[in-house]
């Protein structure tokens, strides 16, 4: 592989661990188990503490594997590093950590995934200003802004009623205000929409997902886009300081967001992973394909009352996502006539798994309000859109005609 030529998002990610020596003539970064790391030099060892040469230190904060899989993800966001953790969660977690003190101001969208939205109230309960709002106008991020005010945090598209935030306008509304934006980019994926392209400064993604795909094992991860000026970030310790500003958040981050709270992704989960991504692109096509017929489909059919899918010109932000996703997801969301129980609907599903995931080869379903959002109550699911009777589907890559007549058939009873 010629690394001065430009090849595709695909060859790119399959002939990544290439770029490097490999033991043994490997394809595959080989899974590297070993938790310590000896020097035969104890003052190579010190140097690499010191952050003054390379190496490893311990397999809390890194290890050759997951180095492999961060490498493959910083080139599938066209990023500048990447830092991997045990789960999603636990990498929007380590902004939280790493990067907010007591008193700084954040603005979120208010569509988010269920457990971010309570990770960001256990952030304001610790001393964290936050302001929720509709991120789909970005006058109204612009209204809440503070001197205070340190991150901007939008998903994509959110889960489960699918509103795109007005994620070009916003990201060149923090890039003139010198606030770091942070993307969640899990519902589209590097393959359908790259967040360094609206400024944004780090981006996360959750590996368990379409990256990773098969449903079998979890991770995250934070890249950073090269894009944000961290020498202007108030936040970062005197001793990140002493790095190059580039690289100043990413430093802070993998000591305070990774380091000490250990939420360290495993060498096999990342081989995992690593191998996972490489039909990303194969895998993501089929699905957003078969989430367009679907949802075409479901919105024909008079005993279904609201399709809410980016693909279809009724959607909101359709005209948004076009211009932004190079296909438009493979989640979707849809709201069933009275007279059909949403239960009785998913029992009579014979393919799509009754399953709280996202992002899987297999159709997955889930009845919202009773589960995944069971926990904010009736009067905060009203506000997010979430009708009682709302039906989450993850769209997997069954042969379409299956999948159709799968759905159609549980409609007639």
Known sequence: ?????????????????RQKDIEHGSVHKPIHTSVLYGYKDARDLVQVFQGKQSGYRYGRQGNPTVSALEDKITKMED???TITFATGMAAIGAVFQALLRKGDHVVSSKFLFGNTNSLWQTAKGQGIELSLVDA?????????????????????????????????????LCRERGILFVVDNTMTSPYLFRPKTVHAGLVVNSLTKSIAGHGNVLGGALTDTGLFD???????????????????GMAQIRAKGLRDFGATLSPDA??????????????????????????????????????????????PQHTLATELFRAYGALLSIELKPEIDCFDYLNRLKLAINATHLGDTRTLVIPVAHTIFFEMGAAQRAEMGIAESLIRVSVGIEDTQDLLADFAAALNG
């Open 230 to 248: 961290w020498s202007a970030f108030p936040n970062i310790a005197d001793n990140f300081r002493k790095q190059a500003p580039a690289l100043q």
């Open 1 to 17: 592989m010629n690394d001065k030529i430009s090849y595709g998002f695909t060859t790119t990610i399959l002939h990544s661990d």
């Open 79 to 81: 990023g500048a590093s």
């Open 136 to 172: 789909t106008d970005v006058a109204q991020v612009e209204t809440v802004l503070t001197p205070a005010t340190r991150v901007v945090f939008v998903e994509t598209i959110a889960n489960p009623r699918t509103q795109i935030a007005d994620l070009k306008r916003i990201g060149e």
């Open 270 to 315: 990342a081989h995992q992973i690593a191998v996972g991504a490489e039909t990303i692109a194969l895998r993501m096509e089929r699905e957003c394909a078969n989430a367009l017929a679907l949802a075409n489909m479901l919105e024909a059919d008079p005993r279904v009352a609201a399709v809410h899918y980016p693909g279809l010109p009724s959607h």
